[in-house]
């Protein structure tokens, strides 16, 4: 039993694998006050049969909480966790100028994707911040994009302007809003989508003129918000909702190969 974690600065995604088979997961907030206790309480509740973990992997962009989860795991489940890296055994090259500034979740996401897809291949991560993740088709960590989240944006839009109102995210009938619900509704949802076909188009044409990539590159979605923006995405192809924690469990299997 493989238990994952991917801490992201809104959510914390916990799944438990068992082989290859993700049986269980969960998203919470991740609560940056949070202690190692109340976190070996959290998982004791949300997974009853904690006892039959046998190892724990982590990917983090948020350094506060990552030694709370390395701790937990240590004094509850008696496990020295994996933290995803960029130096671990992963089975593709980072290219990037710093590649130890690369987020852990986008590795994760990478390799996942292209063991699954292979390359040419461009990641969507729907998140507190919209990110692109470009992979060759030679399994070539080229770079990508970070923009605003959705929710982000929208709620420091709400938080500024004094006559604007939270408004659900869901996909809205038309363009035109008649009201304000509806106006707020077409601007956030449509010009994310807006947003993310323009990035990826241009990503697709320097892959080609500058990378010389015959091959059209695969275009996936993960996050929490990717079913509502690939259902109006034109660039969008598959859906991957457990995309960050299937890398992780493929990446806990790298580094054990490796060890042997």
């Not at 609560?31 to 982590?58: S, W």
């Not at 980072?94 to 990478?110: E, F, K, M, Y």
């Not at 275009?219 to 969008?236: M, Q």
Request: some cysteine; aromatic content about 6%; proline content about 5%.
């Amino acid at each position: 039993m493989l238990l994952a974690i991917d801490i992201g600065n809104t959510h914390t995604v916990l799944g438990m694998f068992h082989e290859e088979k993700l049986t269980e997961h969960f998203r919470v907030t991740s609560n940056h006050a949070l202690t190692e206790d109340e976190c070996g309480v959290l998982i004791k509740q949300l997974f009853p049969n904690y006892r039959k973990i046998e190892d724990v992997i982590i990917c983090s962009v948020v350094p506060p909480l990552t030694p709370i989860y390395q701790e937990m795991s240590k004094k509850f489940l008696k496990v020295d966790p994996i933290l995803v890296a960029w130096n671990l055994p992963l089975g593709i090259k980072i290219l990037c100028d710093d590649p130890s500034q690369v987020g852990a979740d986008r590795i994760a996401n990478a390799v996942a994707a292209y063991q699954i897809y292979g390359g040419p291949i461009i990641i969507v991560d729907l998140g507190t911040a919209t990110t692109f993740d470009v992979i060759s088709e030679g399994g070539e960590y080229l770079g990508g994009a970070i923009a605003p989240g959705i929710e982000t944006s929208s709620q420091n839009l709400f938080q500024r302007a004094a006559q604007l109102f939270k408004v659900s995210l869901e996909t809205p009938h038309r363009s035109i809003g008649k009201n304000t619900e509806e106006s707020l509704r077409s601007g956030i949802i449509f010009g994310s989508v807006g947003q993310i076909d323009e990035i990826v188009n241009r990503i697709k044409e320097e892959l080609k003129n500058e990378y010389k990539t015959k091959k059209k590159p695969k275009v996936i979605a993960t996050g929490g918000l990717a079913d509502l923006i690939a259902r109006e995405s034109k660039t969008i192809q598959k859906i991957e909702p457990t995309l960050t924690l299937e890398g992780l469990r493929r990446i806990y299997l790298l580094v054990k190969r490796s060890k042997k």
